[in-house]
């Protein structure tokens, strides 16, 4: 009984030097035998917490002890889904090199790209559209990314995207409107049945070429 209280004790130990990048402590713990999979009291795996803190260093370590990539937090989270989340660029691309599913869904059905969204981190969304992430993937609400990130007002002390606005979809956006919405671009979907409505500014960006689409150019006319 007493060493399992102690077991468990250097695991949360662990967690809390993985949160708080303390690589010296993590070393010595790891070194004496505690899993890399380790769990503080509230089911949070280190890595996760490592993840959610930008804590590349402790990422590694971790990982070069065996870490589950895909070990969850109680409501399905993942350290790559933290990781987008709170705009952990260079941590989220480790995860990615290492094996992370880009299209992973938390219990809500929310992805990365879905966080990433939400929390306008353009940098992530680019990462994830590089790697293929789906872009039509929804949540348990059936919300896409772009309909999770359509409307929202991110602070700019936050180092968030611009706010994507509402008529992002709109033939009557000129370029210069649209340019300023660089998350809502990334994000449209070429496959989205919307892209009907859009203007020949967004058709460039979004449908890749060759690729045949349809679509009401904004001088108004079908073009291909």
Not at 2 to 22: C, M, P, S
Not at 56 to 77: E, I, M, Q, V, W
Not at 130 to 141: H, I, L, M, S, V
Not at 167 to 172: A, I, M, N, T
Request: glycine residues 8%.
């Amino acid at each position: 009984m007493l060493e399992r209280l102690d077991a468990l004790e250097k695991e949360r130990e662990l967690v809390g030097a993985a949160e708080n990048n303390e690589l010296q402590t993590m070393e010595r713990l790891l070194a004496e035998g505690v899993s890399a999979d380790a769990k503080n009291e509230h089911g949070n795996p280190a890595l996760y917490l490592a993840a959610w803190n930008g804590h590349l260093d402790a990422l590694k370590l971790l990982r070069r002890h065996g870490a589950n990539l895909h070990a969850t937090s109680p409501d399905g989270g993942t350290a790559f889904l933290e990781a987008a989340a709170w705009g952990k660029a260079d941590c989220a691309q480790a995860l990615l090199e290492w094996g992370a599913d880009k299209d992973a869904a938390s219990d809500s059905g929310i992805t990365a790209l879905h966080f990433a969204a939400r929390n306008g981190r353009l940098e992530i969304a680019r990462l994830l559209l590089r790697a293929r992430a789906d872009r039509a993937k929804k949540n348990k609400k059936g919300q896409t990314a772009l309909d999770r990130a359509r409307g929202v007002r991110v602070a700019p002390h936050a180092g968030g995207a611009p706010p994507i606005d509402d008529r992002l979809l709109d033939v009557e956006m000129g370029p210069a409107a649209l340019a300023a919405q660089p998350l809502g671009l990334a994000l449209l979907d070429p496959g989205d049945r919307r892209l009907k409505h859009c203007n020949r500014f967004v058709l460039e960006r979004v449908v890749p070429v060759g690729v045949a689409v349809q679509v009401v150019a904004a001088e108004g006319r079908q073009v291909a």
